[in-house]
């Protein structure tokens, strides 16, 4: 993970941090006081999932700490964090500058830019699915549930949805929007592929058929259907 990088230097390391986690720590280093995840999401722009993602994070690199609000009323306390003194040494690394880069290239001088984008999406998905127990069948919920596991790791923030067609997983956040917004062949077929890889070295009785990207300013559709014979 992003967070666990760190820069070697004199007697310490120093952890750097991806954009988006970067402002989630400036938003703890501003406080005057503990803040919610529903206050760092609001003054992020992100999802509540995702801010919690980066949150607890910053918790686990050592950037943040954790506690649960006193509240002295019935309900469920609100998790706040903090950031810690040193987190203010924390550097960041350009990822979008290098994503930027290599989705232009694929797009520009690559051959068939989608079907190579949706090869590498195949194999990381089939990376990401981890190991599956052997002798064991899968079933679509099952393989369905673990796809959404590894989107919502990812920062996709999906919902598995039935509808009268079958299966769909609304993705209500693109980590990548930027880059898709002016590359979309290029970065959708990457997440395309990256699902179909996954249930792939699933074994799963699914396959995801279609993506949909932007039905919404802030949605995209994943199709998933019935795997046919041929599959």
């Known amino acids: 993970m992003v967070a666990g990088d760190r ?6 390391d120093v952890p750097v941090l991806g954009e988006s986690r970067a402002k989630v720590l400036a938003v703890l280093q501003a406080a005057s006081s503990p803040v919610s ?6 003054r992020v722009g992100l999802h509540a999932n995702t801010a919690r993602f980066h949150l607890d994070g910053l918790v686990e690199s050592g950037m943040a700490l954790r506690s649960v609000e006193d509240r002295g009323a019935p309900g469920r306390p609100r998790a706040l964090y903090t ?5 203010a040494r924390a550097g960041r690394r350009n990822y979008g500058l290098l994503a930027e880069i290599l ?3 694929v797009a520009g001088r690559v051959e068939e830019p989608a ?3 949706a090869e590498a999406g195949e194999a990381w998905g089939r990376y990401l699915a981890g190991p599956r127990a052997p002798f064991r069948t899968i079933t ?12 919502d790791e990812i ?4 919902e598995v949805v039935s509808t009268e067609q079958g299966r769909q997983v609304l993705l209500h956040h693109c980590p990548f929007r930027e880059l898709a917004e002016d590359h979309q062949a290029v970065i959708c077929s990457v997440h395309l592929g990256l699902m179909r890889g996954l249930l792939n070295e699933l074994d799963a009785p699914l396959e995801a058929t279609r993506l949909d990207p932007f039905v919404e300013p802030s949605l995209c559709v994943t199709t998933v259907a019935p795997r046919t014979e041929s599959e």
Do not use: I, N
Request: glycine fraction near 12%; hydrophobic fraction near 40%.
């Open 103 to 105: 989705t232009s290239y």
């Open 37 to 42: 995840v529903g206050q760092v999401a609001e």
């Open 7 to 12: 820069v070697h230097g004199g007697s310490s």
């Open 140 to 151: 679509a919920e099952a393989a369905t549930r673990r796809m959404a596991e590894v989107l």
């Open 155 to 158: 920062g996709f923030v999906p």
């Open 83 to 87: 950031s810690t003194p040193g987190s």
């Open 115 to 117: 079907r190579a984008a």
